[in-house]
């Protein structure tokens, strides 16, 4: 099993930057990505931005050039530094951890508890 422990989340104006931070524990050995999703109300999940231990990243066409994410110094810790914030971005934020191969993420298995972003003036 993988535990993974979300934080960074909270209310912040258009415009305004958020990073979050998501720390991964247990059988790490098991994982080669990690990625974020998002559940906005009355929409479906969606995968914000992932990336490989390699250093392969995706991003949502809606999240480019605006949300960027890393890795840390500290061993699977996976951050998304969200700038240029819009409404459009409010939602749950989900850290994911799972596998990557032949340019194919695959999540699913494991899932942070989720941290609430709103974007509000």
């Known amino acids: 099993q993988v535990q993974l422990v979300e934080s960074g989340g909270g209310l912040v104006q258009p415009g305004g930057s958020l990073r979050l931070s998501c720390a991964a524990s247990?059988?790490?050995?098991?994982?080669?990505?990690m990625g974020w999703y998002r559940r906005a109300p009355g929409k479906q999940r969606e995968l914000v931005a992932a990336?490989?231990?390699?250093?392969?990243?995706t991003y949502a066409d809606s999240v480019k050039g605006r949300f960027a994410i890393s890795t840390g110094n500290a061993k699977n810790t996976v951050y998304l530094q969200m700038n240029s914030l819009k409404p459009e971005d409010t939602a749950v934020y989900y850290c994911?951890?799972?596998?990557?191969?032949?340019?194919?993420?695959?999540?699913?298995?494991?899932w942070g508890q989720g941290t609430q972003v709103t974007v509000s003036s």
């Open positions: 994911s951890a799972g596998k990557y191969y032949s340019g194919s993420y695959e999540f699913g298995t494991f």
């Open positions: 247990g059988s790490t050995f098991e994982i080669n990505a």
């Open positions: 990336i490989a231990s390699g250093g392969s990243t």
